[in-house]
């Protein structure tokens, strides 16, 4: 159901991701252009669970700068390795962050921001070219569902990334 959120690694969740996939792969299967297939990812996202924010930083040199997103006003940049979007492009790794007042280093764009996950979106030649960052008004919103379905939903941009 659109804009209904279910709970975190609940079948409910489960059967949302497993409907939002093909979905996903249909809306950007014939789009050529980063930017508007990062666009309609995030809306297409934010569309179907209501997070609080739903977004992409690009990595340019030293510092991820911030693309298409859903949601209010965002941080402009954010330097390798700082906060949750940075640590997950520094480890290249996806990071689930339950309470980011206990992250060490959260960058607080929104006071609204509980929970963090933030997925690293690899290049053709499998750098780290960008970062799906999707904060929750609720604490410890995200679990091992959202890592699985989020990276493979990911996967779909990674041929437009030169």
């Known amino acids: 159901m659109p804009g209904t959120k279910p709970t975190k690694n609940s079948s409910d969740r489960v059967a949302a991701y497993d409907a939002l996939l093909p979905e996903m792969q249909e809306l950007l299967s014939e789009e050529r252009d980063l930017i508007a297939a990062m666009a309609n990812f995030s809306a297409l996202i934010m ?8 977004g992409f930083y690009r990595v340019a040199g030293a510092d991820l700068v911030l693309g298409p997103f859903q949601g ?7 330097a390798f390795g700082k906060g949750v ?3 997950a492009w520094k480890q290249e790794k996806t990071l689930v962050v339950p309470d980011v007042e206990q992250f060490p280093g959260h960058i607080a764009c929104s006071p609204h921001s509980r929970s963090e996950i933030v997925v690293p979106i690899r290049d053709r030649d499998g750098r780290i ?9 609720e ?3 995200f679990g091992t569902v959202d890592v699985h379905a989020l990276e493979t939903m990911c996967e779909i941009l990674q041929p437009l990334f030169e």
Do not use: M
């Open 72 to 78: 209010p006003v965002a941080c402009s940049r954010i």
């Open 139 to 141: 604490l410890d919103d």
């Open 85 to 87: 979007c940075g640590g």
């Open 47 to 54: 569309e179907r669970f209501a997070w609080h924010w739903v």
């Open 129 to 137: 070219a960008a970062v799906l960052d999707i904060d929750s008004t």
